[in-house]
């Protein structure tokens, strides 16, 4: 069965930093590519980033570009989201997803807010 359980969410004024991690379980996390996406309330869900399955290449949109930084560890099947320089527009919940599976947990929310 597989998992994905973000954790990391929470309140922070703008300009603050925040980490989020996603526990995947029920797949061979190694071999996947991994993506984190966003969605806010009455919005589409947005991709954030993509981190390749050995960690070694990632990507992201201009939104995030700079300020987000996607990590994993593979030996503890984790991946990280680390937002630094947060704005209000990052107000969103935040899911991570394994690339080619339709699975997703059930997200950890953001509000950056003064």
């Known amino acids: 069965q597989v998992q994905l359980v973000e954790s990391g969410g929470g309140l922070v004024q703008p300009g603050g930093s925040l980490r989020l991690s996603c526990a995947a379980s029920g797949i061979t996390f190694i071999t996947y590519a991994m993506n984190w996406y966003r969605q806010a309330t009455g919005k589409e869900r947005e991709w954030v980033g993509r981190?390749?399955?050995?960690?070694?290449?990632?990507n992201y949109p201009n939104s995030v570009k700079g300020r987000f930084t996607i990590s994993r560890d593979n030996a503890k099947n984790t991946l990280y989201l680390q937002m630094n320089s947060l704005v209000h527009e990052d107000t969103a919940k935040y899911y991570c997803?394994?690339?080619?599976?339709?699975?997703w947990g059930q997200g950890t929310q953001v509000t950056v807010s003064s």
């Open positions: 997803q394994a690339v080619g599976l339709t699975y």
């Open positions: 981190i390749s399955s050995s960690g070694g290449s990632t």
